[in-house]
């Protein structure tokens, strides 16, 4: 039985517009910085406000795609054109893989990794779209799987989920050389898999079987595993070299903040000593500008979205709805974790950004689309939560139904 609509969830609406504020402030402060930087290194022409303007348009472009994803176009719709857009996203990342080989100027490259199509004015990103199409996509397979009694059948099941998941991570990790993305992906993966149904010794044969594979591509990577030896440099106190340069950075912002931070427009790993200050490394130049204070209550933000968020995957009483809101947060967790155990030498250095904050306009419009669908869910929660076991019940009813049907007839 529908739920019938009621208010959405405040905390996640107000959580996503306080985050895009507050890194709308802290481009402001250091952006003009950056542009300095870029100039005397490089020899561009940057406007000091070019960065600024930059995240203006990325900010009214995902306050759009939000409102469009939370009043606008319902997840029903969208739900039903799963798997055109995950053939869409896969064929957006293959193409972006032939231009770069091919040398072609429509391939944007930068530090040898081409990761963005070169549209004139703007870039995009396919492997953003892939992340929203694949949460779609597993959040339709698994329900469907589910209510079909084939959760865990080599087959019907699987192999599918192999082929697909397997391109995905071909076409980010190797193709594309992005680990940060990769991770991502991963995390979305196993979230959404863990709420599925799958048995408990196949998820662990997975995740096992996953962790060697990672760990394969790590150590037959020169560049990976230097960043892998400047982490336990950074660990074990080794004498400072390039390879730990940008942990050791981030760490001095975060340490000089102390508590209050040193006010916005007073950093000084922004002008130039911390690389990637407005997209990687933004949690560290906000330590150093706010302070742990600052830090602790971004966090809180986060983990207010977070938590509202698997409150309404547990009130939702629809299978596909609650492996989507999974997805979604499993996407959020993993981007925010690995941001910030990396800024804090908890993880090596690996290039992802912090949601809603980094500098950067596919990024954020895409996860500002999703959680504009999950607020949109959340209009249709229950008031009690939905336990695990009925909803698997509801499957294997529906599932022999489905079967008796095709016995009589």
């Not at 561009?44 to 795609?65: C, I, K, P």
């Not at 930068?110 to 929203?132: D, M, T």
């Not at 040193?262 to 990687?280: H, K, W």
Request: with cysteine.
């Amino acid at each position: 039985m529908k739920n019938r609509k009621h208010k959405s969830d405040l905390a996640i609406l107000f959580s996503t517009l306080g985050l895009m504020a507050l890194g709308l402030i802290i481009i402001y402060a250091i952006g003009p910085m950056r542009a300095n930087v870029l100039n005397n290194t490089y020899g561009t022409d940057y406007d000091s406000n070019f960065f600024f303007l930059g995240q203006l348009r990325s900010v009214g472009l995902s306050l759009v795609a939000f409102f469009l994803a939370f009043k606008v176009i319902p997840y029903q719709y969208i739900k039903k054109y799963a798997k055109p857009l995950m053939i869409i996203s896969l064929i957006l990342s293959a193409l972006l893989w032939v231009l770069a080989l091919s040398g072609s100027s429509l391939a944007k490259c930068e530090l040898g990794e081409c990761r963005w199509y070169n549209l004139g004015p703007v870039s995009f990103q396919p492997a953003e779209l892939l992340k929203l199409s694949l949460v779609i996509y597993l959040a339709d397979f698994l329900a469907r799987k589910r209510e079909e009694g084939n959760i865990g059948k080599w087959q019907e099941f699987w192999l599918p989920l192999l082929i697909v998941c397997g391109a995905s991570l071909f076409l980010v990790v190797i193709a594309q050389g992005d680990l940060g993305t990769g991770v991502a992906l991963i995390a979305i993966i196993f979230g959404m898999l863990l709420v599925s149904g799958v048995p408990t010794r196949q998820y662990l044969i997975m995740v096992a079987l996953v962790l060697a594979i990672a760990v394969g591509a790590v150590v037959t990577s020169s560049h990976r595993m230097e960043r892998v030896n400047a982490w336990l440099d950074t660990l074990t106190g080794q004498e400072s070299s390039d390879s730990t340069y940008h942990v050791e950075n981030a760490m001095l912002a975060i340490g000089t903040g102390g508590l209050t931070g040193v006010g916005i427009g007073n950093s000084v790993q922004a002008t130039g000593y911390l690389p990637e200050s407005i997209n990687d490394s933004v949690f560290a130049i906000m330590g150093e500008t706010f302070g742990f204070i600052g830090l602790f209550l971004v966090l809180a933000v986060f983990g207010a979205m977070l938590i509202r968020m698997l409150k309404v995957a547990e009130h939702t009483a629809n299978n596909n709805d609650r492996l989507f809101i999974t997805g979604v947060f499993a996407w959020t967790l993993a981007q925010v974790v690995v941001n910030i155990a990396a800024m804090t030498s908890l993880v090596p250095v690996t290039g992802i950004t912090l949601p809603l904050l980094s500098y950067g306009g596919t990024s954020m419009v895409f996860i500002a689309f999703a959680l504009g669908l999950v607020l949109q869910l959340s209009c249709y929660t229950s008031r009690e939560g939905i336990k695990h076991e009925d909803i698997s019940s509801r499957g294997r009813l529906r599932g022999a139904h489905h079967a008796s049907r095709r016995r009589s007839s």
